[in-house]
């Protein structure tokens, strides 16, 4: 049960800290920082920051896991399940409808997260940047 609760502390520590600070990133950045010009392409910056927030947000959720279960595995077992199911996200982001439409000037958080085109490399980058983050965070890297 502890190595149970371990995965899902685990895990929920990194879903609320890319969902905080993404979210205060959006709003320090803007909708055109944000955006590239006009349409709901991420900018570089925001790129640059995704990829920040995500790995630290792994390493910290490894970290929980291995202390709350004191055990490598269970921090293997958080990274299988973030590497699967970051893979189905990543996958499915293949199939989405792509909005094409024009981006008015506001936008909000909700309608940003659902419009936004992420180039296909970051969500790949993001599977293995989060699995590789929690085995080092969890301390579980070549164990």
């Known amino acids: 049960m502890k190595g149970f609760l371990a995965v899902v502390a685990g895990y929920l ?4 800290i890319v969902f905080a600070l993404l979210t205060v990133a959006y709003l320090a950045l803007g909708v055109d920082g944000a955006f ?16 920040i927030v995500g790995i630290g947000a792994a390493w910290l959720g490894g970290w929980v896991c ?3 279960s004191d055990n490598t ?6 990274a299988g399940v973030f590497f699967f199911l970051a893979g189905l996200s990543a996958i ?7 909005h094409t439409d024009l981006r008015p000037a506001d936008v909000s958080a909700m309608d940003a997260m659902a419009k936004a085109i992420t180039p296909k490399w970051v969500t790949m980058t993001n599977v293995v940047i989060g699995t ?6 969890g301390k579980a890297l070549g164990k």
Do not use: C, D, H, Q
Request: proline residues 5%; positive net charge; glycine residues 8%.
């Open 13 to 16: 520590t990194m879903a609320i």
């Open 73 to 78: 595995n269970t921090v293997k077992i958080l």
């Open 66 to 68: 291995r202390k709350i």
């Open 132 to 137: 590789v983050g929690v085995l080092i965070g």
């Open 92 to 98: 499915w982001s293949f199939t989405m409808v792509i």
């Open 36 to 51: 590239m010009p006009g349409t709901y392409e991420v900018s570089m910056p925001w790129i640059i920051i995704m990829l």
